[in-house]
């Protein structure tokens, strides 16, 4: 069975750094791609950023530049750097990892930021 924990997760100040980790165990292959969603408050989620088993990222436009995808296959781990937060990057954040065409998930993470 798969399981996650996900950790890093809290309320910051705008313009602050968070960073969130996420490892995944119970996974006989290593995943294809590993990376973050999130979901504000009477939103859809939306994917954050990616990372491939490979190490290419992909991010959405609005975190481009500010967010850092990054992963250790090692420990089938999954970082997300996040700087210069906003109000609108609230949300819960869930970890995910596709493997064999299947996408598994994690139980999120609160962050908020907010002055």
């Known amino acids: 069975q798969v399981q996650f924990v996900e950790s890093g997760g809290g309320l910051v100040q705008p313009g602050e750094s968070l960073t969130l980790s996420c490892e995944a165990s119970?996974?006989?292959?290593?995943?294809?791609?590993m990376g973050w969603y999130r979901q504000a408050p009477g939103k859809q989620r939306e994917l954050v950023a990616s990372i491939t088993s490979g190490g290419i990222p992909n991010y959405a436009d609005s975190v481009k530049g500010r967010f850092t995808i990054s992963r250790d296959n090692t420990k089938s781990t999954v970082y997300l750097q996040m700087n210069s937060l906003k109000p609108e990057d609230t949300a819960v954040y869930y970890c995910?990892?596709?493997?064999?065409?299947?996408?598994?998930w994690g139980q999120g993470t609160q962050v908020t930021v907010s002055s």
């Open positions: 119970g996974i006989i292959y290593s995943p294809e791609v």
């Open positions: 995910y990892a596709k493997v064999q065409l299947v996408n598994f």
